[in-house]
């Protein structure tokens, strides 16, 4: 099955500073890469995605890149703020029957 | 009207004890699951049910049940509850399986004494 990888655990920047978080797979089948963020009690919401054919893609302040061949993607987050402070999990699938397999998760911290 | 609902938002009970988390969606979708997000934040896939198709993550005990009247419900089902399985549950549906946007649930915090 899909493992997928994430790095770093902990992200701590401040106000206005960039913040990109590691996401590495292993199924060379998957093509469709998710990120969601979850505030601290709340539920994991969508908050971009990109799928194989596509290298990069752009909402805003932030963004996410895709490398088939080294099977690794990332998120991208520019400007950063106090309301970007959350847990982030990346998360792959094929396009079968596969459910989202989820990396463990970076809790961004962005202070003032 | 919340997509994709969940009942009781927190339930503490006693070892040994069973009992049942709901959930519901008003989207039309396929494909329902339940996740387990330990205290460490990791989401972990226990279920995926699609029209009448069952697929367990064989890591799961078999005192975890899922039970579907229908498409827009998935409830889970424990019995003899450990402490281990205190954790946050999240229910969530896609429109189909594998490279659809998921919508989760607002979950439920099982806590076991």
């Known amino acids: 099955g899909e493992n997928v990888e994430q790095h770093p655990s902990t992200l701590s920047v401040q106000e206005g500073d960039s913040a990109v978080i590691k996401c590495t797979y292993s199924?060379?089948?998957?093509?469709?890469f998710p990120w969601y963020k979850q505030e601290l009690g709340k539920r994991p919401q969508l908050i971009i995605d990109?799928?194989?054919?596509?290298g990069e893609k752009k909402d805003q302040r932030i963004a996410v890149t895709l490398n088939k061949t080294a099977k690794h993607f990332s998120l991208h987050i520019t400007e950063t703020q106090p309301e970007d402070s959350a847990v982030y999990f990346c998360?792959?699938?094929?396009?079968?029957?596969?459910?989202?397999?989820f990396g463990k998760g970076t809790m961004l911290l962005v202070s003032p | 009207d919340t997509a994709v609902s969940q009942t009781p938002k927190y339930l503490v009970t006693q070892m040994g004890n069973d009992k049942s988390i709901k959930c519901e969606q008003n989207?039309?979708?396929?494909?329902m699951y339940w996740y387990k997000q330990d205290s460490k934040k990791f989401l972990k896939i226990m279920f995926s049910?699609?029209?009448?198709?069952?697929?367990i993550n064989e890591t799961v005990p078999n005192r975890f049940s899922p039970k579907s009247p229908d498409k827009a419900h998935l409830n889970l089902h424990i019995n003899s509850l450990e402490l281990g399985d205190s954790a946050v549950y999240f229910c969530?549906?896609?429109?189909?399986?594998?490279?659809?946007?998921?919508?989760f649930g607002s979950g439920t915090r099982l806590t076991v004494v």
């Open positions: 049910y699609n029209n009448k198709e069952l697929i």
């Open positions: 969530a549906s896609s429109q189909r399986r594998g490279t659809s946007i998921y919508t």
């Open positions: 998360a792959a699938s094929d396009s079968g029957y596969s459910t989202l397999t």
């Open positions: 990109i799928r194989s054919n596509v």
């Open positions: 199924d060379s089948a998957s093509n469709y």
């Open positions: 989207l039309g979708h396929d494909t």
